[in-house]
Nanobody, 125 residues
Framework: QVQLVESGGGVVQAGGSLRLSCAAS????????MGWFRQAPGEEREFVFA????????LVADSVKGRFTISRDNAKNTVYLQMNSLKPEDTAVYYC??????????????????WGQGTQVTVSS
């Protein structure tokens, strides 16, 4: 069983920055592909970013390309989402997720077995 705990959300003005963190339990974090997703009210959960277990491969949504970056520190069992140039449309609950079994990283939520509880990000105009 893997437990994921997100932190770092909050309220920020448009153009500002936030860094989300996701701390994972377990001894095999370095074998998990990790992803970030978000869900706005009334919307479906949306893929944001993913990073391979080794950190060498990433996938990114077009909507955040050039503004967000993903990284991981396997020694700290933590994955990060740095969000710059935030826009009101980035407002959502952000979730991290772990995929312990796939060979490749994925944008599909159903490939991820474990999810955090989410952290709210609100961007005011």
């Amino acid at each position: 069983q893997v437990q994921l705990v997100e932190s770092g959300g909050g309220v920020v003005q448009a153009g500002g920055s936030l860094r989300l963190s996701c701390a994972a339990s377990g001894r095999t974090f370095e074998t998990y592909h990790m992803g970030w997703f978000r869900q706005a009210p009334g919307e479906e959960r949306e893929f944001v970013f993913a990073i391979s277990s080794s950190g060498t491969t990433t996938l990114v949504a077009d909507s955040v390309k050039g503004r967000f970056t993903i990284s991981r520190d396997n020694a700290k069992n933590t994955v990060y989402l740095q969000m710059n140039s935030l826009k009101p449309e980035d407002t959502a609950v952000y979730y991290c997720a772990a995929d312990p079994s796939s060979q490749y990283t994925s944008r599909a939520p159903n490939r991820y077995d474990y999810w955090g509880q989410g952290t709210q990000v609100t961007v005011s105009s």
